[in-house]
Protein backbone atom coordinates (compact mmCIF):
# COMPACT_ATOMS: atom_id res chain seq x y z
CA UNK A 1 0.00 0.00 0.00
CA UNK A 2 1.54 3.48 -0.91
CA UNK A 3 -0.96 5.26 0.54
CA UNK A 4 -1.01 7.86 3.57
CA UNK A 5 -0.12 5.72 7.27
CA UNK A 6 -0.18 7.33 10.23
CA UNK A 7 0.84 5.39 14.03
CA UNK A 8 -1.05 4.62 16.05
CA UNK A 9 -4.45 4.20 14.87
CA UNK A 10 -5.79 4.65 18.39
CA UNK A 11 -4.63 5.90 21.65
CA UNK A 12 -5.86 6.26 25.38
CA UNK A 13 -4.01 8.10 28.00
CA UNK A 14 -4.09 9.77 30.98
CA UNK A 15 -4.21 13.48 31.54
CA UNK A 16 -1.06 15.07 32.00
CA UNK A 17 0.62 12.37 30.21
CA UNK A 18 3.09 13.12 26.33
CA UNK A 19 1.87 11.13 23.31
CA UNK A 20 3.42 11.38 20.07
CA UNK A 21 2.04 10.33 16.69
CA UNK A 22 3.34 9.36 13.58
CA UNK A 23 2.98 10.17 9.67
CA UNK A 24 4.67 8.23 6.76
CA UNK A 25 3.74 10.47 3.80
CA UNK A 26 2.95 8.97 -0.07
CA UNK A 27 6.97 8.95 -0.90
CA UNK A 28 7.34 11.53 -3.42
CA UNK A 29 4.68 13.85 -1.88
CA UNK A 30 6.49 17.47 -0.43
CA UNK A 31 3.74 18.68 1.18
CA UNK A 32 2.76 17.61 4.30
CA UNK A 33 -0.52 18.64 6.66
CA UNK A 34 -1.52 17.93 9.75
CA UNK A 35 -5.43 18.74 10.93
CA UNK A 36 -7.99 17.51 13.73
CA UNK A 37 -10.97 16.59 13.73
CA UNK A 38 -13.68 16.56 17.03
CA UNK A 39 -16.88 14.34 17.00
CA UNK A 40 -19.72 16.24 14.62
CA UNK A 41 -16.80 18.71 12.71
CA UNK A 42 -14.92 19.18 9.67
CA UNK A 43 -10.99 18.45 10.14
CA UNK A 44 -9.21 21.68 11.48
CA UNK A 45 -5.99 22.95 10.00
CA UNK A 46 -3.19 22.25 12.61
CA UNK A 47 0.35 22.62 10.48
CA UNK A 48 1.98 22.62 7.23
CA UNK A 49 5.25 21.31 5.67
CA UNK A 50 7.16 21.87 2.86
CA UNK A 51 10.02 19.15 2.93
CA UNK A 52 11.82 19.53 6.29
CA UNK A 53 10.23 23.18 6.76
CA UNK A 54 7.26 24.07 8.90
CA UNK A 55 6.04 26.80 7.11
CA UNK A 56 2.86 27.60 9.16
CA UNK A 57 0.84 27.08 12.49
CA UNK A 58 -2.71 27.08 13.18
CA UNK A 59 -3.35 28.97 16.44
CA UNK A 60 -4.80 25.75 17.58
CA UNK A 61 -1.40 24.68 17.53
CA UNK A 62 -0.49 25.52 21.54
CA UNK A 63 2.98 25.58 23.09
CA UNK A 64 2.17 22.12 24.16
CA UNK A 65 1.97 20.85 20.46
CA UNK A 66 4.95 20.22 18.60
CA UNK A 67 5.79 19.04 14.85
CA UNK A 68 8.51 17.91 12.99
CA UNK A 69 9.87 16.61 9.76
CA UNK A 70 13.29 16.24 10.07
CA UNK A 71 14.71 14.67 7.18
CA UNK A 72 11.31 15.73 5.20
CA UNK A 73 9.99 12.43 4.41
CA UNK A 74 8.04 11.32 7.73
CA UNK A 75 6.40 13.91 10.38
CA UNK A 76 5.93 13.56 14.02
CA UNK A 77 3.38 15.49 16.22
CA UNK A 78 3.86 15.47 19.95
CA UNK A 79 1.00 16.71 22.31
CA UNK A 80 2.81 17.77 26.10
CA UNK A 81 0.73 17.36 29.51
CA UNK A 82 -2.38 16.23 27.72
CA UNK A 83 -5.94 17.18 27.92
CA UNK A 84 -9.42 16.30 27.99
CA UNK A 85 -10.14 18.97 25.46
CA UNK A 86 -6.70 17.47 23.27
CA UNK A 87 -9.33 14.00 22.35
CA UNK A 88 -9.86 13.83 19.11
CA UNK A 89 -9.10 12.34 15.80
CA UNK A 90 -5.72 13.60 14.39
CA UNK A 91 -4.99 13.31 10.75
CA UNK A 92 -1.99 13.86 8.43
CA UNK A 93 -2.23 14.58 4.84
CA UNK A 94 0.46 14.94 1.74
CA UNK A 95 0.81 16.22 -1.21
CA UNK A 96 3.02 16.82 -4.64
CA UNK A 97 4.20 20.22 -5.23
CA UNK A 98 5.87 19.71 -8.54
CA UNK A 99 4.79 22.46 -10.89
CA UNK A 100 1.89 20.96 -13.31
CA UNK A 101 1.04 17.84 -10.85
CA UNK A 102 -2.20 17.88 -8.91
CA UNK A 103 -0.60 19.53 -5.84
CA UNK A 104 -3.80 20.95 -4.83
CA UNK A 105 -5.29 17.65 -4.07
CA UNK A 106 -4.05 16.19 -0.43
CA UNK A 107 -4.61 12.56 0.35
CA UNK A 108 -5.26 11.76 3.73
CA UNK A 109 -4.23 9.05 6.18
CA UNK A 110 -6.64 7.13 8.15
CA UNK A 111 -5.99 8.88 11.11
CA UNK A 112 -4.76 8.71 15.07
CA UNK A 113 -8.18 8.88 16.96
CA UNK A 114 -6.79 10.17 20.64
CA UNK A 115 -8.53 9.92 24.01
CA UNK A 116 -8.03 11.39 26.60
CA UNK A 117 -9.20 10.17 30.40
CA UNK B 1 -10.27 34.63 4.04
CA UNK B 2 -11.92 31.19 3.18
CA UNK B 3 -14.39 29.58 4.59
CA UNK B 4 -17.50 26.53 4.00
CA UNK B 5 -20.70 26.21 4.93
CA UNK B 6 -22.37 23.21 4.33
CA UNK B 7 -26.24 23.71 4.10
CA UNK B 8 -27.36 20.94 5.56
CA UNK B 9 -25.68 18.78 8.42
CA UNK B 10 -27.91 15.77 7.96
CA UNK B 11 -29.73 14.21 4.50
CA UNK B 12 -31.85 11.37 4.33
CA UNK B 13 -32.77 9.61 0.62
CA UNK B 14 -34.38 7.04 -0.69
CA UNK B 15 -32.09 4.28 -2.74
CA UNK B 16 -32.47 4.86 -6.56
CA UNK B 17 -33.73 8.88 -6.14
CA UNK B 18 -31.59 11.83 -6.53
CA UNK B 19 -28.62 13.01 -3.83
CA UNK B 20 -28.35 16.65 -3.09
CA UNK B 21 -25.68 18.11 -0.68
CA UNK B 22 -25.05 21.80 -0.82
CA UNK B 23 -22.29 23.82 -0.20
CA UNK B 24 -21.51 27.53 -0.12
CA UNK B 25 -17.95 28.99 -0.27
CA UNK B 26 -16.03 32.12 0.48
CA UNK B 27 -12.73 32.71 -0.81
CA UNK B 28 -10.50 36.06 -1.38
CA UNK B 29 -8.81 34.49 -3.99
CA UNK B 30 -9.58 32.08 -6.75
CA UNK B 31 -10.03 28.97 -5.04
CA UNK B 32 -9.98 25.39 -5.83
CA UNK B 33 -12.64 23.14 -4.42
CA UNK B 34 -13.19 19.59 -3.22
CA UNK B 35 -15.39 17.09 -2.01
CA UNK B 36 -14.19 14.22 -0.01
CA UNK B 37 -16.09 11.16 1.55
CA UNK B 38 -15.58 9.91 4.95
CA UNK B 39 -16.88 6.23 5.25
CA UNK B 40 -17.41 5.06 9.24
CA UNK B 41 -13.98 3.88 10.51
CA UNK B 42 -12.25 5.21 7.06
CA UNK B 43 -10.20 7.94 6.08
CA UNK B 44 -10.67 10.46 3.78
CA UNK B 45 -11.73 9.91 0.14
CA UNK B 46 -11.40 12.67 -2.36
CA UNK B 47 -14.63 12.59 -4.86
CA UNK B 48 -13.93 15.45 -7.13
CA UNK B 49 -12.54 18.65 -7.12
CA UNK B 50 -12.77 21.70 -9.32
CA UNK B 51 -9.23 23.46 -10.35
CA UNK B 52 -10.48 26.37 -12.62
CA UNK B 53 -11.16 24.56 -15.57
CA UNK B 54 -14.36 23.08 -16.40
CA UNK B 55 -17.25 24.19 -13.87
CA UNK B 56 -19.00 20.53 -14.01
CA UNK B 57 -16.98 18.21 -12.43
CA UNK B 58 -17.48 14.28 -12.77
CA UNK B 59 -15.62 12.34 -10.07
CA UNK B 60 -15.77 9.17 -8.71
CA UNK B 61 -19.00 6.43 -8.25
CA UNK B 62 -21.91 9.10 -10.27
CA UNK B 63 -21.01 11.31 -8.17
CA UNK B 64 -20.95 15.50 -9.86
CA UNK B 65 -20.57 18.78 -8.74
CA UNK B 66 -20.71 22.40 -10.54
CA UNK B 67 -18.88 25.54 -9.66
CA UNK B 68 -21.15 28.63 -9.84
CA UNK B 69 -18.99 31.24 -9.39
CA UNK B 70 -22.30 33.94 -9.03
CA UNK B 71 -23.78 31.62 -6.27
CA UNK B 72 -20.39 31.09 -4.88
CA UNK B 73 -21.71 27.52 -4.57
CA UNK B 74 -20.13 24.16 -5.23
CA UNK B 75 -23.08 21.95 -4.35
CA UNK B 76 -23.09 17.59 -5.03
CA UNK B 77 -25.22 15.77 -6.93
CA UNK B 78 -26.04 12.03 -7.97
CA UNK B 79 -28.78 10.89 -9.88
CA UNK B 80 -29.28 7.91 -8.42
CA UNK B 81 -28.34 6.85 -4.41
CA UNK B 82 -27.08 3.48 -3.69
CA UNK B 83 -26.87 1.77 -0.19
CA UNK B 84 -22.65 2.08 -0.22
CA UNK B 85 -23.11 6.39 -0.49
CA UNK B 86 -24.49 6.51 3.01
CA UNK B 87 -21.32 8.75 5.13
CA UNK B 88 -20.40 12.15 5.64
CA UNK B 89 -19.65 14.33 2.62
CA UNK B 90 -17.02 17.47 2.90
CA UNK B 91 -17.02 20.15 1.46
CA UNK B 92 -13.15 21.86 1.33
CA UNK B 93 -11.94 24.98 -0.12
CA UNK B 94 -8.41 26.26 -0.67
CA UNK B 95 -6.20 28.73 -2.38
CA UNK B 96 -2.66 28.25 -3.86
CA UNK B 97 -1.66 32.07 -2.04
CA UNK B 98 -1.94 29.48 1.46
CA UNK B 99 -0.39 26.69 1.07
CA UNK B 100 -3.16 24.88 -0.37
CA UNK B 101 -3.91 24.59 3.26
CA UNK B 102 -7.80 23.05 3.53
CA UNK B 103 -10.66 25.14 5.33
CA UNK B 104 -13.15 22.48 5.87
CA UNK B 105 -16.86 22.11 6.05
CA UNK B 106 -18.65 20.78 8.87
CA UNK B 107 -20.00 17.69 7.07
CA UNK B 108 -23.27 16.38 5.49
CA UNK B 109 -24.50 12.62 7.08
CA UNK B 110 -26.10 10.82 3.99
CA UNK B 111 -28.30 8.36 5.19
CA UNK B 112 -30.04 6.09 2.33
CA UNK B 113 -32.89 4.33 2.62
CA UNK B 114 -33.63 0.93 1.38
Known amino acids: DTGVSQDPRHKITKRGQNVTFRCDPI?????LYWYRQTLGQGPEFLTYFQNEAQLEKSRLLSDRFSAERPKGSFSTLEIQRTEQGDSAMYLC???????????????FGPGTRLLVL | AQSVTQLDSHVSVSEGTPVLLRCNYSSSYSPSLFWYVQHPNKGLQLLLKYTSAATLVKGINGFEAEFKKSETSFHLTKPSAHMSDAAEYFC????????????FGSGTKLNVKP
Open chain 1, 93 to 107: ASSPSSVGGSQETQY
Open chain 1, 27 to 31: SEHNR
Open chain 2, 92 to 103: VVSVRYNFNKFY
